[in-house]
């Protein structure tokens, strides 16, 4: 790994670390309660603060996932670095295009 | 001549289980993030649309993925955060057990969920 990707991927790692924690209390919270569309979105819709908060956990998954995602298939799939740069943006693209539309989904 | 056999007693290390666990929940969360933003998006369409997968999603063996998905979370951020603690401080002895208390912790978490939602 080169020493941006892996600076990078601990960064990330580390600035995700409390939204995980705060998304894990949030399912153990809300597990038990039966939630329906209209629970969620009642918290989500028209917050900024939510969107900040998705929206910044998203971009931070999708880097943090892609550089993740290279590294292991560096190691166990023989490809080479075109392909695995290819590998790492696309996957990285997908993650944050489908995250930031599901973001978009329950804040607007 | 032939090739001397690679030795792999390092796979019956701990710690080498544990960056193995690490690697493993990595990917699954990474291959499953797509599906969830795409469940997620279905408020786009509407939010039937989303009433409609939350029904769907409440039934036994969705709640026990889950508590899976909920495992591999919790294990990745703990395995995640001994990871870095060890890059950026001197090293600490006992890492096997952090990394079993790692484990420990996110079995708990995924218990206390499956206990919540069942």
């Keep these: ?108 | 001549m032939t090739a001397k056999p690679r030795s792999t007693a390092h796979r019956r290390d701990g710690l080498w289980l544990a960056a193995l666990v690490h690697r493993l929940s990595g990917l699954a969360l990474a291959l499953f993030l797509p599906l969830h933003f795409l469940a997620l998006g279905l408020a786009i369409e509407g939010e039937a649309r989303l009433d409609g997968f939350l029904r769907w999603a409440d039934r036994t063996p969705v709640k026990l993925a889950e508590a899976g998905l909920v495992f591999l979370l919790a294990v990745h951020l703990l395995g995640g955060v001994r990871v870095l603690v060890i890059e950026a401080r001197p090293w600490q002895d006992g890492q096997r057990r952090l990394a079993g208390i790692a484990l420990a912790v996110a079995a708990l978490v995924a218990g206390l969920f499956l206990l919540e939602a069942m």
Aim: charged letters at 10%; a positive charge; proline letters at 1%.
């Design chain 1, 1 to 108: 790994m080169s020493f941006r990707r892996y600076l990078i991927q601990r960064i990330t790692a580390v600035l995700m670390a409390p939204l995980i924690v705060a998304h894990l209390a949030l399912i153990l919270w809300t597990s038990g309660q039966g939630l329906t569309a209209a629970d969620i979105l009642s918290r989500t819709r028209g917050s900024l603060g939510w969107g900040l908060f998705y929206g910044g956990f998203v971009a931070l998954a999708a880097v943090h996932g892609a550089i993740g995602v290279r590294g292991v298939a560096r190691e166990w799939s023989g490809l080479r670095d075109a392909a695995l740069d290819a590998l790492m943006w696309g996957f990285g693209a997908v993650l944050l295009g489908l995250g930031l539309r599901a973001v978009w989904a329950v804040i607007a």
